[in-house]
């Protein structure tokens, strides 16, 4: 929390709907471990090495109503938005959408790819990757280059793949 960014790894920025699973995601992806998570208070950092060549710092800036104001301070170094959404609730989906609308009408996130995180999908009622591109609009973001792919951060599923997909898209923009 609270660290200075790094320059020599792209900057990535996880957002999402509070419950999402960010922290969960973070922890998972930099520790291999499950932490006990406390809704975000300030900002979780850390670097991702994908390969000895290969690194990520990923942020995660939270995703209560109070901390969306200061979403767009992190956004100017940003190279990959990862926007992770609850997949196994319907009833928040129109939110979610309304979200990453807004956060993609940021200026300095135009042409900035982006990768969603359709998380638990170790629940039996989440929702189909169809599903959730659907509900989030998606096919409609002709601007920019995205993708979804499906992810458990509680059982760190899917994680390492959707971050080395993330970096390709870097590299393709
Ligand atoms: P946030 O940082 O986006 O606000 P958290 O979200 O990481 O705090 O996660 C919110 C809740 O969802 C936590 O449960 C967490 O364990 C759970 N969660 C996160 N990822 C997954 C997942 O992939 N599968 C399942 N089944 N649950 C997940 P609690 O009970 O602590 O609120």
């Known amino acids: 929390m609270g660290q200075a960014r790094s320059s020599s790894s792209p900057q990535v920025i996880l957002m999402g709907l509070d ?3 960010k922290s969960t995601l ?26 000895k060549n290969t690194s990520l710092t990923v942020w995660d800036v939270g995703g209560q109503k109070s901390m969306r104001s200061s979403w767009r301070y992190y956004l100017d170094d940003c190279k990959a938005l990862v ?21 993609l009408s940021e200026d300095n996130l135009q042409g900035v790819p982006l990768m969603v995180l359709a998380n638990k999908k170790d629940l039996p009622n989440s929702m189909t990757i169809r599903e ?5 609009d998606l096919p409609s973001h002709t601007d920019r280059l995205w ?10 599923l899917g994680l390492q793949q959707a971050f080395v997909s993330v ?7």
């Open 147 to 156: 993708e979804i792919q499906g992810c458990s951060a509680l059982k760190g």
């Open 19 to 21: 419950s999402a699973g």
């Open 167 to 173: 970096h390709k898209l870097i590299r393709k923009s």
């Open 132 to 136: 959730v591109s659907t509900h989030l």
């Open 26 to 51: 973070l922890a998972r992806l930099l520790t291999g471990q499950v932490m006990d998570t406390s809704p975000t208070i300030g900002f979780n950092v850390g670097t991702l090495d994908l390969d």
């Open 83 to 103: 926007f992770v959404v609850d997949s196994s609730d319907p009833g928040r989906m129109g939110e979610a959408q309304k979200a990453l609308k807004k956060i």
